[in-house]
C-alpha cells in the first residue's frame, strides 16, 4: 500500500522570499512495497504541488478506486482555495509508474 500526505499550507520559496507563491501546497506520496523493509516512508517521497498561491492544494485526500478501470488506484486531491476561493478537486489517476503529476480532471 501507498500514503499520501497532504501539506495544504506548503510554500516553495526557492532560495528566496516570494510571498506571492505562499501556500501553494502540496502532498508527498510514499509508496509502498510486498515487503516492509522496501517501504520507504521516510526517504525520497514524490512531491507534487499546487499551480496557485494561497490555494492550500492537499488541505484534503480521498481515494477515487479506479475511476478509469486500469486496476491502479487514483485519488482526489481538494484545493479549497482555489481559483479565490472558489476552491477545486483534483482527480489524479494512478498508473504503473505511480500517480501521474497532470490531473486527469479538475
Known amino acids: 500500500d501507498d500514503v499520501v500526505v497532504g501539506a495544504p499550507w506548503y510554500?516553495?520559496?526557492?532560495?528566496?522570499?516570494?510571498?506571492?507563491?505562499?501556500?501553494?501546497?502540496?502532498?508527498?506520496?510514499?509508496?509502498?512495497?510486498?515487503?516492509?523493509?522496501?517501504?520507504d516512508l521516510l526517504e525520497n517521497p514524490d512531491k507534487m504541488t499546487g499551480s496557485q498561491p494561497n490555494a492550500a492544494f492537499g488541505?484534503?485526500?480521498a481515494s477515487a478506486g479506479d475511476m478509469n478501470g486500469d486496476n491502479f488506484n487514483d485519488i482526489f486531491v481538494g484545493a479549497p482555495y482555489h481559483d479565490d476561493g472558489l476552491g477545486a478537486v483534483f482527480l489524479f489517476l494512478g498508473g504503473v509508474d505511480g500517480l501521474q503529476e497532470v490531473p486527469s480532471q479538475t
Not at 12 to 37: H, N, P, R
Open 11 to 39: 510554500t516553495d520559496y526557492k532560495g528566496g522570499t516570494d510571498y506571492q507563491a505562499a501556500d501553494t501546497g502540496a502532498i508527498y506520496i510514499y509508496y509502498g512495497s510486498e515487503w516492509l523493509d522496501d517501504f
Open 59 to 61: 488541505f484534503s485526500i
